[in-house]
């Protein structure tokens, strides 16, 4: 399994940008279908994105479609979320999550066997 450590979450108002990080180790990373969940308190952790190994197809869950975009570094290991016009309703903690050579049908049913421990990304009204 390829192990995950993501960087970037903070305190931001809303209307702002944030770009989370997601490096990972210990096995080729190309080979990893790579995406990005999220739970907010009290509620059931969700997909928020996601990007195949050659990074030709992304998904995007409905409600960050236009302001969130996923991309991938593979010569650095490192998977990216760019988070732009962020609103309150994003608050949660964000987790990166893989699974090797992985194709997406129903990204909602997507089930990663690789997590990272989370970051908190926390937006301002």
């Known amino acids: 399994q390829v192990q995950l450590e993501e960087s970037g979450g903070g305190l931001v108002q809303a209307g702002g940008s944030l770009r989370l990080s997601c490096a990972a180790s210990?096995?080729?990373?190309?080979?990893?279908?790579m995406g990005w969940f999220r739970q907010a308190p009290g509620k059931d952790r969700e997909f928020v994105a996601a990007?195949?190994?050659?990074?030709?197809?992304?998904h995007y869950a409905d409600s960050v479609k236009g302001r969130f975009t996923i991309s991938r570094d593979n010569a650095k290991n490192t998977v990216y979320l760019h988070m732009n016009n962020l609103k309150p309703e994003d608050t949660a903690g964000y987790y990166c999550?893989?699974?090797?050579?992985?194709?997406?049908?129903?990204?909602?049913?997507?089930?990663?066997?690789?997590w990272g421990p989370g970051t908190q990304v926390t937006v301002s009204s």
């Open positions: 999550a893989a699974k090797y050579l992985s194709i997406i049908r129903r990204p909602d049913l997507w089930m990663p066997d690789s």
């Open positions: 210990g096995r080729t990373f190309s080979g990893y279908t």
């Open positions: 990007i195949t190994w050659s990074g030709s197809t992304t």
